[in-house]
T-cell receptor, first 114, second 114 residues
Framework: SQQGEEDPQALSIQEGENATMNCSYKTSINNLQWYRQNSGRGLVHLILIRSNEREKHSGRLRVTLDTSKKSSSLLITASRAADTASYFCATALNYGGSQGNLIFGKGTKLSVKP | NAGVTQTPKFQVLKTGQSMTLQCAQDMNHNSMYWYRQDPGMGLRLIYYSASEGTTDKGEVPNGYNVSRLNKREFSLRLESAAPSQTSVYFC?????????????FGQGTRLTVV
């Protein structure tokens, strides 16, 4: 079963509004990452938060992590039409044997209307 | 650097035909992956290779084979294509980057089996 599950599956907002996407996971993690996928393209890394961090910012992106609830949220502030894409969380599991393995969720499809 | 390069970008096969999807990365990464992406299903791992000379099954390996030809190249073969294999296929590699494991994706191969 999926390690990460994003919520909601789809989100439609107006330009200028904030967009919040959530991710829940099941097992202990080393870090959690968010990726973006434009239509028809590969995924691109956006931001990473380590298991000992609670909040991280990068430009208009804000990521939070609650390890007690095994959840993370991605906030995009002042959204633009160009933010329209699918957003995936990915978890890096917390044991050395899987150093290279990232487990992806199903994604949230964000649509920002101009 | 080209990153992760996949070929072809598009392919139409008849049921029962075979083909090989090619993937190469120039980032000296040890781990490489093949995913398929279907509407509403997110990314599902088909096979992965943690290092040159090793391959392991992922979540949905049936109907596929892989070859880790060398550190750069990881190919995915469909021996007898079925309509259920119509999907978008992504190759990815992971490397240790800025203190954490990060995934880099190819642009995808859109495969239709008729």
């Amino acid at each position: 079963s999926q390690q990460g599950e994003e919520d909601p599956q789809a989100l439609s907002i107006q330009e200028g509004e904030n967009a919040t996407m959530n991710c829940s996971y099941k097992t202990s993690i080393n870090n959690l990452q968010w990726y973006r996928q434009n239509s028809g393209r590969g995924l691109v890394h956006l931001i990473l938060i380590r298991s000992n961090e609670r909040e991280k910012h990068s430009g208009r992106l804000r990521v939070t992590l609650d390890t007690s609830k095994k959840s993370s949220s991605l906030l995009i502030t002042a959204s633009r039409a160009a933010d329209t894409a699918s957003y995936f969380c990915a978890t890096a599991l917390n044991y050395g044997g899987s150093q290279g393995n990232l487990i992806f969720g199903k994604g949230t499809k964000l649509s920002v209307k101009p | 650097n080209a990153g992760v390069t996949q070929t072809p970008k598009f392919q139409v096969l008849k049921t029962g035909q075979s083909m090989t999807l090619q993937c190469a990365q120039d980032m000296n990464h040890n781990s490489m992956y093949w995913y398929r992406q279907d509407p509403g299903m997110g990314l599902r791992l088909i096979y992965y290779s943690a290092s040159e000379g090793t391959t392991d099954k992922g979540e949905v390996p049936n109907g596929y084979n892989v070859s880790r030809l060398n550190k750069r190249e990881f190919s995915l073969r469909l021996e007898s294509a079925a309509p259920s294999q119509t999907s978008v296929y992504f190759c990815a590699s992971t490397g240790y980057f800025r203190g954490h494991t990060e995934a880099f994706f190819g642009q995808g191969t859109r495969l239709t089996v008729v």
